[in-house]
C-alpha cells in the first residue's frame, strides 16, 4: 500500500492550510519519504473513520493508521531510526508544539479567521462559520476587526523563538528539527489563507521563516498561499 | 581543584533563590555531581572577574570555568556523556528556558520582585532596589501592588506545560531532563523570595512541583523558603 497523508484542503485542493498537517508534511519530508496527498475537508469526518479519529492529519503507512501530528512525529522517529532523527528520543521537545497550539496558534486565529471561509467550498464555509463563530460568541469579521493594532502584540508572542534564532540557523540548531516543524506550522497556515503580513522584515523569525520555506526543495514555497 | 558552584544568595547565605542558579544546581545532581557552593551577591561582581562574566551561575570543575545556566548544561553533557543526558543532543531544547526567561520570569518578577529587598544585606538591598527601580520606572511595591489580580493571568501562561503535564510525570517523559530543570528554576525562586501562592492546589503543575521538590533527596526542597 502506498504511503498517504490526508490533509485539509480548501474548495482548491492545492489550497492545503492547517498548521498541524505542515508539521507531518514537513516531518515526512525530513524523514525523506514520500507520501501522496489526500485531500480532505472539514465537513467529511467519514472519511476518517478507519482512523478512528476526527480530524487530519492522519498517515496511512502501509498497515499502519496514525492520526494526530504529535503522534506522527513519534512514530517516524520510530519506524525509520536510520533517517534523521526528527525529535532526538526528547519527550520535552512537545513543549515546542504544545507552545504554538496554546499561544501561537490562539493568537493567529484570532487574526486570520476571517480570511478562511473564502477558500472553502460552500458546504465547509457554512460549517466552518457557524461552527467558529459560536465559540468566539460573534461574527468571523468581528473576531479581526482590529487586527493591525494586535500585530505588535502577536510578534511580542514570538520573543523565545528570537533567543535561539540569534545563535543558530533553526531552532534544531545548525539543521532543522521538529522544533522548526511545529512552530513554522502556525506561520505557513497563516501564510495559506490570509493577506496579513505577520512577521516584519528585520525579524530574525522572517529570515527563519525564509529559510524554512526553501527546504526540501522549496516544498512549503510553492503551494497556493499569499506572500507572506 | 573542588567543584565549585557560584551561586546567588541573600544576607543568610542558604537563601539561594536565582532560577539560572537553581538550573545548574539541579542539572549537576542529575548527573550525580557534587559541587560546594560558592555564595556570590549582586554587587560582588570583582570576585567573578576570574570568569570573564559578571552573573551567576559560575561553575568551576577541576580547571574548566564555565559561565551561564545553558553553557553550563550543554558543558555537562559534553563533559560527562556516561552520566544521564540533559539535553538528548536536541538544541531546541533551548526553547524551554528561553520560554521561561522571556515569559515566565517576566511575568514573576512583577508579582515577586518588591519580597526580595528584605532578604538581602543593606548594601544588596539599596542596589537592587535602585536598580530594579529605575527598570520599572516605579517602586517596587508598585510594581507588585495589584498581585493578586494579576495571578490568574500567570497561571494561564503555564498552559504549555499543562500539555505535557497531562500525559507524563515529568517534561522529560517518565524522567525529569533540562527542561523541568529549566521550569522549575523559576518556580523555585519565587518559592524561595516570596510567600505568595503561585499556584492552585489543583493544577498539574503544582503536582509537579511537588515532584521536582522531591528529586535528588529533597535537594530544592530543604533549603530556607516558603511554603509555596
Not at 83 to 108: C, M, Y
Request: hydrophobic fraction near 50%; charged fraction near 25%; charge should be neutral.
Amino acid at each position: 500500500m502506498a504511503r498517504q497523508l490526508y490533509e485539509l484542503v480548501g474548495a482548491d485542493p492545492a489550497r492545503r492550510f492547517s498548521p498541524f498537517c505542515w508539521r507531518a508534511r514537513m516531518a515526512l519530508a525530513h524523514k525523506g519519504l514520500e507520501a501522496e496527498v489526500v485531500p480532505w475537508r472539514f465537513t467529511e469526518t467519514d472519511r476518517l473513520a478507519f482512523a478512528r479519529h476526527d480530524k487530519v492529519p492522519v498517515l496511512v503507512d502501509g498497515d499502519r493508521v496514525v492520526a494526530d501530528s504529535w503522534a506522527i512525529a513519534a512514530y517516524l522517529d520510530q519506524a525509520y531510526p536510520d533517517r534523521p532523527s526528527l525529535l532526538h528520543g526528547a519527550a520535552a521537545l512537545r513543549f515546542v508544539p504544545a507552545w504554538a497550539d496554546t499561544v501561537l496558534n490562539a493568537a493567529l486565529v484570532r487574526l486570520i479567521v476571517s480570511d478562511i471561509p473564502p477558500l472553502l467550498g460552500p458546504g465547509e464555509a457554512a460549517y466552518f462559520r457557524t461552527s467558529r463563530e459560536a465559540r468566539f460568541g460573534m461574527t468571523l469579521e468581528a473576531v479581526t476587526a482590529d487586527r493591525e493594532a494586535r500585530l505588535p502584540g502577536f510578534r511580542a508572542l514570538l520573543a523565545p523563538l528570537r533567543v535561539l534564532l540569534g545563535g543558530q540557523a533553526f531552532l534544531g540548531g545548525a539543521a532543522p528539527d521538529y522544533a522548526d516543524y511545529a512552530v513554522f506550522g502556525s506561520l505557513q497556515w497563516a501564510r495559506c489563507v490570509s493577506p496579513l503580513r505577520l512577521l516584519e522584515q528585520d525579524d530574525a523569525v522572517h529570515a527563519w521563516r525564509a529559510r524554512m520555506l526553501d527546504l526540501f526543495g522549496g516544498l512549503a514555497r510553492d503551494v497556493p498561499c499569499f506572500p507572506g
